[in-house]
């Protein structure tokens, strides 16, 4: 029997998939790091390195487990830089009679690989990554014949399925969304524990990648990465969640404050995109919790958080293998706008622009919240080009892969898909912003002006962009309220907004 070589890609370290139940000297598995995939995107300097990280250890630990494992680092001799080259070098110098791999989550890679396999002499097969609760078509399926994608329909047939917070047919609590009690501001008063970062060292990477000369963006204050690299860490930081984080995740979950990166979210979303713990494993642990915890965590804590990854999660995998490959290109509400140098930067008067991109550069992270009505609002309101967005979301934060990137941005933040994911714009004037954070508070700008020269940027770009976009929305029943006060709006008032408008989408670096 000849060798059968076994691809692994960046994001396919799941270290419980059937692959790994024996060691078999006819296997070789190979993981690349590669040009290819540092440089399709400008990727945030911590998400390089928590790939290579992540990659390096899951290759050590499945060496020391006896498997037979080729590893290409970025700047090895023997690296093509190109998946399919370093394969077919392989393949050949090996005498390699069957090739494997794992399904990709990208529908680039999972194209290349297809193309590969019909290109080579030699046997081939693709296999589940044993990661999801779904199959790639099952969402796609579930949907069938229906009009809308709505996700809670979804969600509430993952809950029954999987029998997750359920008696019997019913919602454990007697209610299957506690979203509206998801919405409180943190203030402060409740404290936050001490944050767990881990200190893993990345110095000899960090060097690798300034010789591979790799451009990235982003900072990394100390030669040390603070996500879990490898499986160990990533139970660690689950339970750190459970313990200390989930009695409150619900309750501030939409919250944002100026001192706060985290507040009560898990930063389990790194160690799930690179499969390093299963969502099923993190569901499990985080139930059990709960249950052994009942007198002290309310059920809205932990439905939040069981929506998010049986829920949006899993949706948002479904919808971009439903919708791929013209989802990419999508752009509804045709906005061409470019995408300010302060996205960059962090360099803006804008106190929440300011916080939310700040730690983004600062830690490739931001929680859902900043995402969405911070930056995400701002791109909307602004009318900037979907293609812009999304390769700025793709690039800066360490979980950002495209299957789950995508959906979030051009569906659920930028509209650019008509409303296939979110029923309506995520879009809002300065008032929500106040409403969930303290960054008004010390803002240049103030949240109660409408036109003033410091009046908040987004209380007239909000007016403006329902304004420009009627054609579009305004038959849409969720916005029926907000377009009646656009109708009432007294026209001197509406032409002065639309001018400061104008000006600030003009002069974004400006303000
Ligand atoms: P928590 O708030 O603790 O939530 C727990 C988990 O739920 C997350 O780890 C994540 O796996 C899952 N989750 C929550 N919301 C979503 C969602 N909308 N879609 C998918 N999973 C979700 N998430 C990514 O993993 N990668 C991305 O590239 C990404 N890009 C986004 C872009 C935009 C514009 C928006 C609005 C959201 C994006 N999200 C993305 C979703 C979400 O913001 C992140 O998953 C979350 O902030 C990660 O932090 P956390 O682990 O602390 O999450
Ligand atoms: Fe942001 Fe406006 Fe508030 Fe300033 S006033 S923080 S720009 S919402």
Redesign the pocket.
Same mark, same amino acid.
């Given at each position: 029997m000849g060798k059968t070589l076994r691809l692994l890609l960046g994001d396919q370290l799941n270290s419980e998939h059937s692959w790994f139940k024996e060691v078999d000297d006819n296997l070789i598995y190979c993981m690349f790091e590669m040009r290819q995939e540092t440089d399709y995107v400008t990727h945030h300097i911590q998400k390089v390195i928590g790939f290579f990280s992540a990659m390096r250890n899951f290759s050590k630990e499945l060496k020391s487990n006896g498997y037979n494992v080729i590893y290409y680092k970025i700047n090895d001799t023997k690296n093509t830089q190109k998946l399919t080259d370093n394969l077919s070098k392989i393949i050949e110098e090996k005498g390699i009679k069957r090739f494997e791999y794992l399904l990709p989550d990208e529908y680039r890679l999972d194209q290349q690989l297809k193309d590969f396999c019909t290109s080579i002499a030699i046997d081939s097969t693709a296999v589940d990554t044993e990661h999801f609760y779904t199959k790639r078509n099952e969402l796609k399926t579930f949907y069938e014949g229906k009009k809308q994608y709505l996700m809670e329909n979804f969600y509430r047939h993952m809950r029954k399925k999987h029998e997750v917070l359920m008696e019997g047919e019913q919602p454990e609590g007697g209610k299957w969304n506690y979203d509206k009690s998801n919405r409180k501001k943190w203030k402060g008063n409740t404290s936050i524990p001490h944050y767990k970062w881990f200190v893993n060292d990345v110095s000899e990477i960090v060097s690798d990648i300034k010789k591979a000369e790799i451009e990235t963006i982003g900072t990394l204050s100390t030669k040390t990465f603070s996500y879990p690299i490898n499986r160990e860490q990533s139970l660690q930081q689950l339970n750190y969640?459970c313990e200390q984080l989930l009695i409150h995740?619900g309750d501030f979950?939409d919250a944002m404050h100026t001192n706060e990166v985290?507040l009560f @979210? %898990?930063?389990? %979303?790194?160690a $799930?995109?690179l499969k390093l713990i299963n969502?099923k494993t993190?569901i499990d642990t985080v139930i059990d919790y709960y249950y052994e915890h009942k007198n002290d965590i309310d059920i809205s804590q932990v439905e939040g958080?069981v929506r =998010?990854?049986i829920g949006?999660?899993e *949706? $948002?995998r479904g919808m971009y293998w439903a919708l791929m490959p013209d989802y990419k290109k999508k752009n509804e509400l045709e906005n061409t706008n470019a995408l300010p140098d302060f996205f960059w930067t962090g360099n803006t008067k804008m106190n929440c622009l300011k916080n939310a991109i700040n730690n983004s550069l600062d830690n490739g992270?931001? @929680?859902?919240i900043q995402?969405?009505m911070v930056?995400?609002n701002y791109a909307l309101l602004t009318q900037i080009n979907p293609d812009e967005v999304d390769q700025w *979301?793709?690039g800066i934060?360490v979980?950002?892969?495209e299957w789950? =990137?995508l959906?979030?941005?051009r569906g $659920? %933040? =930028?509209y650019a898909d008509g409303g296939l994911i979110a029923t309506k714009p995520?879009v809002s004037s300065g008032s929500y912003i106040n409403k969930m954070s303290n960054y008004c508070k010390d803002c240049h700008y103030s949240h109660k002006e409408k036109v003033t020269e410091d009046a908040c940027p987004f209380n007239s770009l909000y007016w403006n962009f329902l304004d420009d976009k009627r054609q579009q929305l305004g038959n849409n029943h969720r916005m029926g309220m907000m377009y009646s006060l656009l109708d009432k709006m007294n026209a001197d008032k509406l032409t002065e907004l639309k001018e400061r408008a104008q000006h600030i989408i003009e002069n974004a670096d400006e303000y």
């Open positions: 969640f995740f979950q985290n @979210h %898990s930063r389990i %979303s790194f $799930m995109n969502p993190v958080f =998010q990854i949006w999660r *949706y $948002m992270y931001a @929680h859902h995402r969405l930056t995400g *979301y793709l934060y979980d950002a892969i789950v =990137q959906p979030n941005t $659920m %933040s =930028q995520y």
